[in-house]
């Protein structure tokens, strides 16, 4: 075997994860899904004027669930991948951490939905890992009632005012 031959089969060992259709189309789905799902959280807080946008939530919605596939693809047991969430949900804590900002009294506090839009787009991004695709589904679409029903309910828009 020359140096090309084992080049090429080298390539092919190292890509083999993807290497049945079904795999490459369920793994493609996923992270579409969840580039889309994060995208429609991130175009609503967007719309809204707030500095995490549509790339910022497609990115956490990303990052979870390919955090969540690789494992899933090796075959992890259940504490790992509990483990991985838990790991998953502590690091965005931090990204949403720098989202919030306090002035100098506790009413003038700005960035709490962006900061929970966030971590609800981590939260989607690992049920679309786990194949959770309907459920995080419902689940973008209830954060996003949240988002643009509860202001209505409150009679102002108060809450993207002060968050």
Same mark, same amino acid.
């Given at each position: 075997m020359?140096?090309?031959?084992?080049?090429?089969?080298? &390539?092919?060992?190292?890509?083999?994860?993807? @290497?049945?259709?079904?795999?490459?189309?369920?793994?493609? $789905?996923?992270? /579409?899904? *969840?580039?889309?799902?994060?995208?429609? &959280?991130?175009y609503e807080?967007?719309?809204? @004027?707030?500095?995490?946008?549509?790339?910022?939530?497609? $990115?956490?919605? /990303?990052? *979870?669930?390919?955090?969540?596939?690789? &494992?899933?693809?090796?075959?992890?047991?259940h504490d790992a991948m509990s483990r991985v969430i838990q790991g998953v949900a502590t690091g965005i804590g931090f990204v949403c951490a720098g989202t919030i900002l306090k002035g100098d009294s506790i009413a003038n506090v700005k960035g709490l939905t962006t900061a929970a839009g966030l971590w609800a787009s981590a939260a989607i991004g690992v049920a679309v890992g786990l194949g959770r695709e309907a459920t995080a589904l419902i689940s973008t679409v209830i954060v996003l009632l949240v988002l643009h029903v509860m202001p209505l309910l409150q009679g102002s828009n108060t809450d993207d005012k002060k968050h």
């Open positions: 020359d140096i090309s031959e084992r080049i090429i089969a080298t &390539l092919i060992l190292e890509f083999s994860d993807l @290497g049945q259709v079904e795999q490459l189309t369920r793994a493609s $789905l996923r992270l /579409l899904l *969840a580039m889309f799902l994060g995208g429609l &959280l991130g807080r967007e719309v809204m @004027g707030k500095a995490a946008g549509i790339r910022t939530h497609m $990115l956490v919605c /990303l990052g *979870a669930t390919i955090f969540v596939m690789a &494992l899933e693809q090796e075959g992890a047991e």
